[in-house]
């Protein structure tokens, strides 16, 4: 059974802080996403990534980081967090190879309150 | 700039009630477009499509796509409760197999008893 984990499900962070939220994923995907979901916004991109250490921006990548140092496991960084990245953060993995193509995976989210 | 919009944006239906959720598109390479459940967490996979006219069905959910008006439907007959959640549309974009999706704002359905 496909599986993609994170860290925490809720998070509380104070302006200023550095934030590390993980995933990891156990189905060998090369592909994983990470993106936050605001309402009447849908799913917006923060920064994805095809393969170990290789990285690209997605449509929102303004105030985070990513890293990829291992294949199972995709970081995103919040160098100094604001209340504007308050949010529900969603992880996500994809196999190019998968037998629906592009479908991704998904973890459970992160709720992050950031006062 | 490829884009998606679903509509509406939410609806509240009784149990019983047959519902259709709305998802347009404008994709310069279109290749498949994929409908997501997301009920309290994690968004789950409920369907690809990628041709015209074949109807994809899994018990009272099923969902069409028209490539020449460029939209698909999400339908689901006989509402239930626990069929209240956000549907999301989207489809991959950019060009090679990165799997990179762009999602639809989201359909937030509310079935009451």
């Known amino acids: 059974d496909v599986k993609v984990t994170q860290s925490s499900r809720y998070l509380v962070k104070r302006t200023g802080e550095k934030v590390f939220l993980e995933c990891v994923q156990d189905?060998?995907?090369?592909?994983m996403f990470w993106y936050r979901q605001d309402p009447g916004l849908g799913l917006r991109l923060i920064y994805f990534s095809y393969d170990v250490k290789m990285k690209e921006k997605g449509d929102i990548p303004e105030g985070y980081s990513v890293s990829r140092e291992k294949k199972e496991r995709f970081s995103l960084i919040l160098e100094s967090a604001s209340t504007n990245q308050t949010s529900m953060y969603l992880c996500?993995?994809?196999?190019?190879?998968?037998?629906?193509?592009?479908?991704?995976?998904f973890g459970p989210g992160t709720r992050l309150t950031v006062l | 700039e490829d884009k998606v919009v679903q509509s509406p944006l939410s609806l509240v239906v009784h149990e019983g009630d047959t519902v259709t959720l709305n998802c347009s598109y404008e994709?310069?390479?279109?290749?498949?477009l994929l409908w997501y459940k997301q009920e309290k967490k994690a968004p789950t996979f409920l369907f690809m499509l990628t041709s015209s006219g074949i109807e994809k069905k899994s018990g009272r959910l099923s969902s069409i796509l028209d490539k020449k008006e460029l939209f698909s439907i999400l339908n689901i007959t006989a509402t239930q409760t626990g069929d209240s959640a956000v549907y999301l549309c989207?489809?991959?974009?950019?060009?090679?197999?990165?799997?990179?999706?762009?999602f639809g704002q989201g359909t937030t359905l509310q079935v009451k008893p």
């Open positions: 189905m060998d995907h090369e592909n």
């Open positions: 989207a489809f991959p974009a950019g060009s090679g197999n990165t799997g990179k999706l762009i």
């Open positions: 994709v310069t390479n279109f290749r498949s």
């Open positions: 996500a993995s994809s196999s190019p190879g998968g037998s629906n193509l592009n479908e991704q995976f």
